[in-house]
């Protein structure tokens, strides 16, 4: 049982990563402590995982700002995001 805890921990913490929405692993092990899985704290705890979970974070929230924010045009006015769009509403 406790391996498959782990492994749908591992695919949580993966996915959760590369969702663009956490800004590092500690966010991440938060994250999973809340929904119950407590080992999180104990099988992060190595600093090859905390680089790569690191790095996803950074790339997909790199990817998740070009696509919502997209650059100013020459001469035009910038484009709000989805998200300001429903803080108008």
């Not at 990563?17 to 809340?34: K, M, P, T, V």
């Amino acid at each position: 049982m406790t391996r498959e805890c782990d492994e749908r921990m591992w695919n949580l913490a993966y996915r959760l990563a590369q969702s663009g929405e956490h800004q590092n692993y500690q966010a991440i092990e938060w994250e999973l402590g809340a929904s119950g899985f407590r080992r999180a704290r104990q099988l992060l705890d190595h600093k090859r995982v905390r680089e790569k979970l690191d790095g996803m974070c950074a790339e997909a929230r790199a990817i998740r700002e070009h696509l919502v924010v997209p650059s100013t045009r020459c001469g035009s006015e910038p484009q709000q995001s989805p998200a300001d769009n429903d803080r108008a509403l």
